[in-house]
Nanobody, 123 residues
Framework: VQLQASGGGLVQAGGSLRLSCTAS????????VGWFRQAPGKEREFAAA????????YYADSVKGRFTISRDNYKNTVILQMDSLKPEDTAVYYC?????????????????WGKGTQVTVSS
């Protein structure tokens, strides 16, 4: 599975961005997908994850209520809708595929990674 994240950019605080993770490979629909982010000088952290069916989602406390993860297995795409953005959301965002969303939410079990996309939120 090859993953490509896109949709990052510069936005003012309170604004929105929509990130896409597009995958190649026929088995994408059997994988859970997670979004992770890494701010300058900080370790990579979990943001959101979704099960292979889309029926189960997990969010970090820091993004809960502001970010929404969804997927379209026919289009091999996972979307991270980010609303009410804050300067502390500034980071490089990565998508990853793994076996379960529960393990990815705990920070392990990621089998494939895509290249990141930069999100910058100005105050």
């Amino acid at each position: 599975v090859q993953l490509q994240a896109s949709g990052g950019g510069l936005v003012q605080a309170g604004g929105s961005l929509r990130l896409s993770c597009t995958a190649s490979g026929r088995t994408f629909s059997s994988y859970a997908v997670g979004w992770f982010r890494q701010a300058p000088g900080k370790e990579r952290e979990f943001a959101a994850a979704i099960s292979w069916s889309g029926g189960t989602t997990y969010y970090a406390d820091s993004v809960k209520g502001r970010f929404t993860i969804s997927r379209d297995n026919y289009k091999n795409t996972v979307i991270l809708q980010m609303d009410s953005l804050k300067p502390e959301d500034t980071a490089v965002y990565y998508c990853a595929a793994g076996r379960t969303s529960a393990t990815m939410a705990r920070g392990y079990g990621m089998d494939y990674w895509g290249k990141g996309t930069q999100v910058t939120v100005s105050s």
